[in-house]
């Protein structure tokens, strides 16, 4: 059957099968209703099925002809703990929960490639559809990846997406090399010493010793590292205090922080453990700091990227694919499928009017235009890879 043609088939079950995930959302590793349809619709098209792979993870093989190469698609499945505010008739019907992130979506296009491959048959060799849990918080990929996956499923490359509300509708956006940030977060308790707003002499104000140290913190960046290295210290969090005439005993602030290179990975931690100590220390108090390494910076990798563009440039045309000129400083953990096998992650853009709402916004919706686009291009991909 022609690619079009069994796409087009299939469209109105697809949106379908977005939207039903979009009115379920659930947050990471506990995606069993997202993982037991997943399954099901998989066994359905005639993929080998695996569950059980990082609780809520589900991988799809399907073999054809005698070759012995292989690739590995991933699609994320888990959800965000956002109230949602789109007012969609098939908004989320779980409060406080939403596919903010379009991950509804890009597990839909995943089906949707699963079903046109196993119609096709058009390709030698093995395809495994990998869909993770918890892309968001707890980090599925590294978790199915240490249960095994790369042992069970062996893959010679591995490719993923993200949708991207800010980039031009259907434009393929990637780069060689590193395309999203290292994460990490710092939590700094200022412990003072509470009491009467009317006698600060009395006491030690964890709040004025936290504006120092919010303070100093932006010197981080602007002072300690090199300024052709990209990296982001962020205060997201400064909690302290209740009333206008109590000192409180305690201020808690949460940093958020991104690089890429590992060096300057700990300079950043070195300094921001220093600055609270020693900000604190000459405020006659003590600053505690749980420093939590988070995801390695996602790198692609040059043969598979190379690849993966040329694959893009032929279907979509060269004026729809552009190299990243500097990545991005969000994360993702398909960094660790990364570190584990070649491959090669990119952004494919949603923007149609400029009005889109970015990704984890309360008023975000995945754009099913682009389902038939990604299950088109995940088809000629695996297909391309594993041409005959
Ligand atoms: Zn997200
Ligand atoms: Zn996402």
């Not at 059980?52 to 399907?62: C, I, M, N, P, Q």
């Not at 686009?373 to 391309?384: D, P, R, S």
Request: net charge negative.
């Amino acid at each position: 059957m022609k690619l079009s043609a069994s796409i087009d088939n299939a469209m109105p079950e697809l949106v379908a099968i977005r939207r039903d995930f979009h009115a379920h959302p659930e947050l990471g590793l506990a995606e069993t209703r997202t993982s037991a349809f997943v399954a099901r619709h998989l066994e359905a098209l005639g993929f080998e099925v695996t569950t059980g792979l990082a609780k809520t993870g589900v991988v799809g093989t399907l073999s054809c002809g005698t070759g012995s190469r292989s690739i590995g698609i991933r699609a994320d499945m888990d959800a965000l703990p956002i109230a949602e505010e789109t007012g969609l008739d098939y908004a989320s019907k779980t409060p406080g929960l939403m596919h903010a992130c379009g991950h509804d979506g890009h597990t839909a296009m995943l089906l949707g490639a699963a079903r046109a491959l196993a119609e096709r048959k058009n390709f030698n060799g093995t395809i495994h559809l990998i869909f993770q849990p918890a892309e968001e918080n707890a980090g599925g990929a590294k978790i199915m990846v240490d249960e095994g996956l790369f042992e069970r499923f062996p893959c010679d490359a591995v490719f993923a997406l993200h949708n991207e509300p800010n980039l031009p509708f259907g434009q393929f956006a990637l780069c060689d090399g590193p395309i999203m940030a290292a994460v990490d977060e710092a939590r700094i308790t200022v412990h003072g010493r509470g009491g009467h707003g009317a006698e600060p002499q009395e006491t030690a104000d964890p709040i004025v010793c936290g504006a120092s140290i919010v303070m100093a913190l932006q010197t981080v960046v602007a002072r300690n590292i090199h300024p052709m290295d990209p990296s982001v210290v962020t205060v997201g969090a400064f909690h302290a205090g209740s009333a206008s005439n109590i000192i409180p005993e305690r201020a808690e602030i949460v940093v958020g922080i991104r690089s890429f290179d590992p060096a300057v990975r700990d300079e950043l931690e070195r300094r921001i453990r220093m600055i609270a100590k020693s900000q604190a220390q000459s405020f006659g108090m003590r600053a505690t700091v749980d420093y939590e390494r988070s995801y390695d910076a996602t790198v692609n990798h040059k043969a598979e990227t190379d690849f993966l563009r040329e694959t893009a440039i032929r279907f979509a045309g060269a004026d729809h694919v552009v190299d990243l000129q500097r990545p991005f400083m969000g994360s993702e953990d398909f960094a660790y499928m990364l570190k584990e096998r070649p491959g090669s992650y990119f952004f494919l853009g949603s923007r149609v009017t400029g009005e889109e709402k970015s990704l984890h916004h309360p008023g975000y919706n995945f754009n099913d235009d682009l389902l038939p686009i990604g299950v088109a291009f995940w088809t000629e991909l695996a297909e391309a890879y594993l041409a005959r």
